[in-house]
């Protein structure tokens, strides 16, 4: 089987993918990028999604970014990561623009030093509401990127794999039961803080989905002082 | 004028274009990436340029990369910087592949956090030879991509400008002469040691470009032990 670059955060998106990716007997190398997140602690799940699997695990450390990405709550200390409130295309500030685009430059890199024929990214059918380096135009558009960018040094079929685009939250954790992904292993909260804190965007949808799909939620959330 | 993200290595195309778009009165904000490359030493010149410009500059420090990128003689300790000697498509080791797709998405994402209308790279047409990530197919590519993955965030208008892109290494000597580009203050060597080498492909194509142009050469090179 192929060997894939697995752009893995240690969220459960990216951590059911990993383990999609196993089953289908792919070899696997995960890819974490610390882009100076608050949450970078998810990355101890990607590492422990890494030797639960028996694959390779690099962090590329490109933390030095978040001082360049102002005005998101990911990476600006000056940016508060807000209670969830519904807000339109264009207007969270839980957005890092372009966040996708890096992270798949750097993964692509990646590839061609590691022989690779793919890399695979844990885009969900949500993200594409909100994210617009999330959207189907948008992975199209990628790949043929690289395959111009990285032609005559990449595997001759490189190509851009987006497995769970077409599942929604729900039927990610659904795929995930049946996977045998450890939840408690995996990491969602955009606050990083000891436990998930259950308020913010990222808690919220974690929540939901798990209700949606009927699975019990073994995430322990922080009490909050009412 | 518009503000324009410009990426700016300290190299004599990078610091010839920055001159060139301070000449036609653009809003300029260098960028330089330390993606680990042997002679980031470059980066000091391009600070140098920034100050003679008036224009801001930033380092963004992807150094951790270079320890992914194996296998070029750029970013891989292993890997010696060869004396020049002429290679085909796909064969010099001082390729870093995917290197301008991974700067472009850095410029990018901070093109929106600046709110930049504009990137630009100073790719020049001798690049488009060995380089995938330099032609004209790559830039034409990489900005359907970029307004794709931005849209909602980024300016409206939003641009990739590779202003020297038709032009020879001996015509960016003359343009700089014009511009008053000061050379000494300028850094090609792929060694990054003292002095530049005069030895290595970068240095040969320098050596070479100032002849062409008819212009003096006042870079100190190594001597050399016969």
Sequence with gaps: MPKIVAIVSGGMDSVT????????????????????????????????????LGAVHQVADLSAMGALLRGSSLTDPTVDVPEQTWTGYGESPNIVPNRNALLLSVAFAVAVAEKA???????????????????????????AMERIATAGYAHPDLDLLAPLSGLGKKDVVTLGERLGVPWTETWTCLRGQDDHCARCAACWERQEAFTAAGVQDPTIYQEHQS
Excluded: C, N, W
């Design 17 to 52: 993918m990993a383990h999609q990716l196993k089953e289908q007997g792919h070899d696997l190398h995960l890819l974490s990028v610390d882009y100076g997140q608050r949450h970078r602690k998810e990355h101890r799940f990607a590492a422990a999604a890494a030797e639960r």
């Design 117 to 143: 024929q793919a890399v695979a990214i844990g885009i969900m059918a949500d993200d594409t509401v909100s994210v617009p380096d999330s959207t189907p135009a948008f992975l199209e558009s990628f790949i």
